[in-house]
C-alpha cells in the first residue's frame, strides 16, 4: 500500500521560507508523477505545483510561480516544496499526493503551513 508522509507543521512570518517534504513509501517512487496542493479554511483544494516522475518537467500555479519550486530525490523516495517569500495568503493545509498516470491517486494527510502577517 502506497503510504505518503508530510513533514511539519510549520508557523513563520511573512516573506520568511519553509520547506516541505514528503517520503513515499510502499510503492515504486519513480513510477509516480508526484504534487502538492492545498487547502484553506473555507475554501475547495487547489493545485500548487507538480513534478513528473522523472524530475524534469515541473508545472505551478500562478499565484506560486517564481516563489514556490517543486524538486524530488528518487534516490531517497522524496519529493520538497521549497517555499519563499511567504504571504499569509500561503495558510493552508499543505497535501502531497502521487500519481501513476492522470489521476491522482495517493494522498498523504496533510501538514499545516501557517504565515502570519
Known amino acids: 500500500q502506497v503510504q505518503l508522509q508530510e513533514s511539519g507543521p510549520g508557523l513563520v512570518n511573512a516573506s520568511q521560507t519553509l520547506s516541505l517534504t514528503c517520503t513515499v513509501s510502499?510503492?515504486?517512487?519513480?513510477?509516480?508523477?508526484m504534487g502538492w496542493f492545498r487547502q484553506a479554511p473555507g475554501k475547495d483544494r487547489e493545485f500548487v505545483a507538480r513534478i513528473s516522475s522523472s524530475g524534469v518537467a515541473t508545472s505551478y500555479a500562478g499565484s506560486v510561480k517564481g516563489r514556490f519550486t517543486i524538486s524530488r530525490d528518487n534516490a531517497k523516495n522524496t519529493v520538497y516544496l521549497q517555499m519563499n517569500s511567504l504571504k499569509p495568503e500561503d495558510t493552508a493545509v499543505y497535501y502531497c499526493a502521487a500519481r501513476p498516470g492522470i489521476e491522482w491517486l495517493h494522498w498523504g494527510q496533510g501538514t499545516q503551513v501557517t504565515v502570519s502577517s
Open positions: 510502499g510503492g515504486t517512487f519513480t513510477n509516480y508523477g
